[in-house]
């Protein structure tokens, strides 16, 4: 239902845009009335948040160790959700996977619609 794409491998300081497609049509269809999420999991470790956008897009919302250098944006017209990544970091290296909740959330397991993740890896 989900399908992110961008990912890479990267310098430290680089950037990085991902894009996530609702593809499934009863998904899609009703895109505008999910809160989407993004999270990371690098190897050896839990799956963890990185940032969410509500349902119009007016309130974000980022992990710490993130802020200020990431940015999700969403286009409901095309069912699109991105995430800016900007002075990425070796220590941002991880598959990231974007998600869907109809609750406003960023515990992962709220979130309903998942997609299979995209590899990003940052060298130093």
């Known amino acids: 239902q989900l399908a992110e794409s961008g990912g890479g491998l990267v310098q430290a300081g680089d950037s990085l845009r991902l894009s996530c497609a609702a593809s499934e049509p009863s998904f899609s269809s009703t895109f505008s009335g999910y809160v989407m999420g993004w999270f990371r999991q690098a190897p050896g470790k839990e799956r963890e948040f990185v940032a969410r956008?509500?349902?119009?897009?007016?309130?974000?919302y980022y992990a710490d160790s993130v802020k200020g250098r990431f940015f999700i944006s969403r286009d409901n017209a095309k069912k699109m959700v991105y995430l800016q990544m900007d002075s990425l970091k070796p220590e941002d290296t991880a598959v990231y996977y974007c998600?869907?909740?109809?609750?406003?959330?960023?515990?992962?397991?709220?979130?309903?619609?998942w997609g299979q993740g995209t590899q990003a890896t940052v060298s130093s």
């Open positions: 998600a869907g909740t109809e609750i406003d959330t960023w515990n992962p397991d709220e979130f309903d619609y």
């Open positions: 956008i509500t349902w119009g897009g007016l309130s974000t």
